[in-house]
């Protein structure tokens, strides 16, 4: 396993850990360029009061602001959990080419699901759709749940 994908993931499983603590569903992301975090995310929704606050669109918010720029093709995101179709499509629209994910969660996934916008081809405007690397920490990201 690549060791890059387990210490980023790490603080991702850090980042579960407060926003479980705080009352939020217990999901943390980073985005990584060129081997720097440059954004992260923990799931807020409840916090908040507004379903937009995921763990990777919050993420995906501190990386354009960070590189004041909407296009993180040449990023990475990880992420605990595997993102909702409504985080898929801000990934594909940021252009974001691999995601790093620590499990999958099936009917709401935006890879897994029925609905699998991480790897839909026929809206040109995205492009390629992301590298997918899922099972990264599964265990620790699956023990946030319990």
Same mark, same amino acid.
């Given at each position: 396993? *690549?060791?890059?994908?387990?210490? &980023? ?11 479980? +603590? ?13 081997? /720097? ?10 916090? *908040?009061?507004?379903?937009?606050? +995921? ?6 918010? /501190?990386?354009? $602001? ?15 959990h595997e993102p909702c179709i409504m985080c898929s499509y801000v ?5 974001? *080419? ?16 029925? &609905? ?8 040109? /405007?995205?492009?390629t759709p992301p590298t997918i690397i899922t099972g990264i920490l ?6 946030? $749940?319990?």
């Amino acid at each position: 396993m *690549n060791k890059d994908h387990e210490f &980023y993931m790490h603080r991702c499983v850090a980042l579960g850990i407060l926003a479980g +603590h705080r009352g939020d569903s217990p999901v943390g992301s980073v985005i990584v360029k060129d081997g /720097h975090i440059i954004g992260e995310g923990i799931e807020g929704g409840k916090t *908040n009061m507004d379903i937009t606050f +995921h763990a990777e669109i919050e993420a995906i918010r /501190h990386a354009t $602001h960070a590189l004041k720029s909407q296009d993180l093709s040449d990023c990475t995101l990880y992420t605990t959990h595997e993102p909702c179709i409504m985080c898929s499509y801000v990934i594909r629209h940021a252009k974001i *080419n691999t995601v790093v994910m620590g499990m999958t969660t099936g009917e709401i996934g935006g890879y897994s699901s029925l &609905y699998p916008i991480l790897k839909d081809t026929s809206i040109k /405007h995205w492009g390629t759709p992301p590298t997918i690397i899922t099972g990264i920490l599964e265990d620790h990201c699956r023990g946030l $749940h319990k």
